[in-house]
Structures are given as structure tokens and as C-alpha cells.
């Protein structure tokens, strides 16, 4: 069967690490479609008893087993934090989150992990807060299985990474935003509306730094040596955006096996952006 071609834009077309073919399409449903190498339609998956399937993102493991993102609303008291604009939230305040759905190769659910009951609705950046009935809690925009049971997570609205064990839910650890668990070395800046959190073959955590958060700097591929022992996160490679702008939104990194990155760097703050992706 050849896959289903619509008049409309898909978004996050790509090769996972199964050598399938992946996009996420909003008709007839919000779908991802999975095809061969010839572009033939193989498999198509969407949330299993959640009504959005989020078009973010989507990973494979050694196993075949599949992560999905879905999106789910729910009603909680956000009266004790406050909005960019230094006004309370409401007490029935309507979070959006992610629903983080693994299945397994028959497609079958094996867990369900929702992001606003591990990560805390008062860890949402405030800079993306504006309405206090309604927030967009943590808008995760990536996930990445490790070889260790994890899930790693990058939650643009809280400039956090996460990293959880899939088979007990337990977060391991949380890189960046309100509730950074790591010093930092050899980068003063640290990252802000990331994308794109990847593990290298080496064990590093590298990323597309937007850099938005006020003082704004430049966009950045960033790279850290993780240790998680003693809880530290060291800078060792990073690389700036040649014109100096920084990225409103979207972007990605991606770091080649012979070393070298690729990176798209998505919405250039400049009237002219000339500098779509750069290889380096």
C-alpha cells in the first residue's frame, strides 16, 4: 500500500533508528505514518485512550518498542505561582501537558507517564505564562530512548531536560530550568526553548540551545558530559550561530557519526535570515 498523500503540510518527517520512515499528519487524524525505504505505508500509530497525538516527536528502540507524545488537559490550582504579568493563577487553571505513551511492538500501551504529575506545574517558566486560566505547562518538544530504560525528555516551557526510568516511571534526573538538580561547568549561560536532547554514542547530552531567555544571547549547539554520580553537567562543545542570532522557536541538532553536526536553526531572530542549516 503507498502511503496516503494529502494537500497539506505534515511536520517532523525523518528516519528513525529502525531505518523506518516517520511524519505526523493532522488528517484524516493527527497520525504518525511509518514507511519503508521505498515509501511504502508499513504501520500507522496514534494515542491509545487520549484524545491528541502531539506532532513534536516520536522514538524506536533496539526492541521495537515505540514512544509516542500525547496531549491532555487537566484542571488544577495554580492561585500560589504567577503569570509573567505578576498576577495570580486561577484556582482552576487548565494545564496542557504531554502524556508519554510507550508501546511495544504489537503496539500494545505498556505505560502512560503524565508530565504534570511528575514535574510540578510551579516549574513552568513564567515567560510563557501569560493568561493565569490557562497554561501551557511544559510543552515538551523531543524524546530520546536510552540504552539504560530511560526516556529523556525536552520540555521547551521549562528549559528543562528530564531524564525517567520507563519501567518504574521515577524521575532520574532534571538538567536546566527552576528545578535543576546539576552544576554546571564551563557555561554560564545555560540553555533556554531547547530542542532536539539526544545522547551521543560517548554518553554526552547534546542539544539545539533557542537561547530566549532574558538576557537572550545566540543560538547554540551544546554538548555536556553528564555525571550523574556527583551531579554535574560539563560543557565541551559548543557551537554558535555564525550571525549571532538567536531562535525564536523550533530548531534542531543533530550530531553525525563521523563527528561533524548538522544544525537547522529554526526562528532566526533577523528581518533576513539567510542561514537555514549549517553543516559543521
Not at 516511571?169 to 532536539?196: E, I, P
Not at 553528564?226 to 560539563?234: G, H, P
Not at 550530531?255 to 553536526?261: A, K, Q, R, T
Amino acid at each position: 500500500e503507498t502511503a496516503p498523500f494529502y494537500n497539506y503540510t505534515v511536520t517532523d518527517f525523518k528516519v528513525l533508528s529502525n531505518g523506518q520512515l516517520a511524519y505526523w499528519t493532522p488528517l484524516p487524524n493527527k497520525v504518525y505514518h511509518l514507511l519503508n525505504q521505498d515509501f511504502e505505508l508499513v504501520d500507522s500509530v496514534q494515542c491509545e485512550g487520549i484524545q491528541v497525538l502531539d506532532e513534536h516527536d516520536i522514538a524506536v528502540d533496539k526492541q521495537g518498542n515505540m514512544m509516542i507524545m500525547c496531549d491532555s488537559v487537566v484542571f488544577r490550582d495554580a492561585s500560589n505561582i504567577k503569570t509573567r504579568d505578576s498576577i495570580p493563577g486561577s484556582t482552576n487553571c487548565s494545564i496542557l501537558y504531554q502524556v508519554f505513551q510507550e508501546l511495544d511492538s504489537n503496539r500494545n500501551v505498556i505505560h502512560n507517564w503524565h508530565s504534570v504529575d511528575e514535574l510540578g506545574v510551579e516549574n513552568t517558566d513564567i515567560a510563557h505564562w501569560g493568561d493565569p486560566s490557562s497554561m501551557d505547562h511544559t510543552h515538551a518538544n523531543s524524546v530520546f530512548l536510552d540504552d539504560l530504560g530511560g526516556n529523556i525528555i525536552s520540555n521547551r516551557n521549562m528549559c528543562e531536560i528530564t531524564r525517567y526510568d520507563r519501567a518504574t516511571g521515577q524521575v532520574k534526573w532534571r538538567f536546566g530550568g527552576k528545578a535543576n538538580q546539576f552544576t554546571v561547568l564551563n557555561d554560564s549561560t545555560l540553555f533556554s526553548y531547547q530542542h532536539d536532547a539526544d545522547i551521543a554514542p560517548n554518553g554526552n547530552l547534546y542539544l539545539f540551545d533557542n537561547s530566549v531567555i532574558d538576557p537572550p544571547t545566540v543560538a547554540r549547539y551544546l554538548e555536556y558530559e553528564l555525571d550523574t554520580i556527583n551531579m554535574t553537567a560539563t560543557l565541551v562543545r559548543e557551537i554558535r550561530h555564525p550571525g549571532g542570532f538567536l531562535s525564536k522557536f523550533m530548531g534542531n541538532a543533530i550530531l553525525m557519526d563521523n563527528g561533524h553536526v548538522i544544525v537547522g536553526w529554526g526562528g532566526l531572530d533577523t528581518p533576513d535570515p539567510q542561514t537555514e542549516v549549517t553543516e559543521f
